[in-house]
């Protein structure tokens, strides 16, 4: 498990040992908005309201940071993957209406689109061909 702080820091839990595996990582400038692990658990993605997503291999307990992703938008409220890891569903915040934007794990955007004034729930279809998004 993971869990980001809006004083910018970050922290992996072992559930089964129910403790932290290492003290807080505090590399980031801004809030941390949003964490997922890929479907195969070796990597994390870490959204921050600067609007990049930085993926972070996760080895012994241990994150090393792999790439940084520039998003076109800042705000990231929450992401998903898709179930082979290939591409992330963003939910990002807007003054008029969140956006939904679905990109590559190397940045590439697959799909851009309103859902609303505020988009409450993202789900990824177990075979990756759809996704569900719940909003007011």
């Known amino acids: 498990a993971s869990a980001g702080w809006k004083d910018g820091s970050l922290r992996l839990w072992n559930l089964a040992a129910e403790k932290p595996l290492q003290t807080d990582l505090k590399e980031f400038k801004d809030v941390v908005t949003a964490v997922e692990f890929e479907p195969d658990g070796k ?11 930085r993926f972070y291999t996760v080895a012994d307990g241990k994150l090393k940071e792999d790439k940084v992703v520039p998003v076109k938008m800042d705000k990231i409220a929450a992401m998903r ?10 939910r990002m915040l807007d003054p008029i209406e969140d956006k939904l934007l679905v990109i590559t794990t190397d940045g590439k ?10 988009i409450e729930g993202i789900a990824v279809a ?8 719940v909003h007011e």
Not at 43 to 53: H, N, T
Not at 109 to 114: A, W
Not at 126 to 133: E, K, N, Q, T
């Open 43 to 53: 990597r994390l993605a870490v959204g921050v309201i600067d609007g990049k997503v």
């Open 81 to 90: 993957f898709t179930p082979k890891g290939d591409a992330l569903v963003l």
């Open 109 to 118: 955007l697959r799909h851009e689109g309103s859902y609303g004034q505020h």
């Open 126 to 133: 177990p075979d990756g061909r759809h996704i569900a998004v």
